[in-house]
């Protein structure tokens, strides 16, 4: 029964997970060069990346193709570290009647999901590369001193974005070293789109880490972020979002947890405008933000494009409550003096929960 026939559709309860075995033993198992090889080379197997072999490749390789791609000298050593891997990273599986040189055998491996995680962290370089790259000028002027003097530059796998005229730090935030390495001097682009969607992620509630559950909430502005900004920012406040299972945490400008916000979209659309076009560094002068209510906290975000306004209500878990559009003429100012109904059906909306 589908739900568009107007039936409740049941629905299941997640099974307890399995603890296939402890952290430490786990990671043990990945402390050899031949495992690791291993797990490349199912890696290899599974993308069909097999090139330099004329042979069909398996999708689910057997002992003698896994031994005839490692370099290891005798089947018996092989074997032992193939069984180590058993478990945790692979699986045993049949293999039908796949054959490999010639034989037939009835059993196959495949990653498991933590094994193929590992594989590709491997391909990336995730775990075993550092990658710094030296300053790439950007096109964009600065958000607070609107100077063309933005650079970006990568150190251990971390992206800073600064301005050279106001010595001010506008983020720092990680990028795999894979995206360093392919992109070369584009990789402020990637980087952007990256971070774009890592943040779209946890304002859907989903980490982008560990898939988790994200907790959101506007938060007041921390001492070491306050020294970054001006003065005129500081009564700003940011969103934050948090996973409930590994912690990863991230906070940013409210403006900016918004942009893939419908309402947003389709604004910067109305206007033959995307809202992708500018960085997260920078996504324009057109934003403002202002704090309708402390207790709970509440904040209305507007974003001006050409003789329109769009104005976002936001309460304290960084849900948008209400939208309004309106010419620049009739559009609430940006200092929050004269929304005391929204900033009450902020409130009400807050206090339902």
Known sequence: MSAEDGEELPTASPEPSDRVSDPSDAFQALGNEIRMGILETMLEFGDGNDTDSTEATPSTPTFSALFDASEVDTTAGFAYHLDELVGPYLRKVEAGDEAWNGET????????YAGERIARAIATGTYTQRVDHPPTELDDDCPFCGRAALTAQATDNRVTVSCGHCDRRLLRLGFP???LDSHGAAFPAAFDRHHRHRLSLMRDGVCPDCSGAVDARLATLSSSTEDL???????????????????MTLRAPVALSLLSHPAVVSFYDDHDRDVRDRPIWNVGHEWAEAVLSEDPLAVRVVVELDDSVLALYVDE???????????????????????AETAESAKEAETAK
């Open 317 to 339: 878990q960084v849900a948008v409550v209400d939208t309004q559009r309106a010419s620049s003429e009739t559009a609430p100012s940006s200092d929050g003096t004269e929304t």
């Open 229 to 247: 900004l001006p003065a005129e920012h500081t009564d700003h406040v940011q969103a934050e979002f948090s996973c409930s299972r590994c912690g």
């Open 177 to 179: 070293p894979a995206g």
């Open 105 to 112: 055998e009835s059993e196959g491996y495949e990653l498991t």
